[in-house]
C-alpha cells in the first residue's frame, strides 16, 4: 500500500479495507476503511451475508444507484 494513502486514509497496521472496483472502468477503484467500531455491528440484521447483498443490491437499484460497481472483499492493511 503506497505511503501516501496510508497517511491519506489513516491507516494503522492491522486495520481492514473495503475495495471496489468500478465494471466498466476497472482502473478506477474505490479503497475506504473498515471501521473497527461497525464492523459486526447488527450483523444478525440482515440474515446470511448472501441476504444481506440481496437486500443491498436491491435497494441500490431501487434508487437508480450502484449499477456497475461491485464490492469487493475487504483486505487487511
Do not use: C, K
Request: without cysteine; aromatic residues 6%; proline residues 9%.
Amino acid at each position: 500500500m503506497p505511503e501516501q494513502i496510508v497517511r491519506t486514509l489513516g491507516l494503522e497496521p492491522g486495520d481492514e479495507l473495503i475495495v471496489a472496483v468500478d465494471e466498466d472502468n476497472p482502473e478506477m477503484i474505490q479503497i475506504r476503511p473498515l471501521h473497527r467500531s461497525h464492523a459486526g455491528a447488527r450483523a444478525d440484521l440482515f440474515g446470511t451475508p448472501e441476504e444481506a447483498r440481496e437486500y443491498v443490491r436491491a435497494e441500490q437499484e431501487s434508487w437508480g444507484i450502484g449499477q456497475g460497481i461491485q464490492p469487493q472483499h475487504h483486505f487487511p492493511a
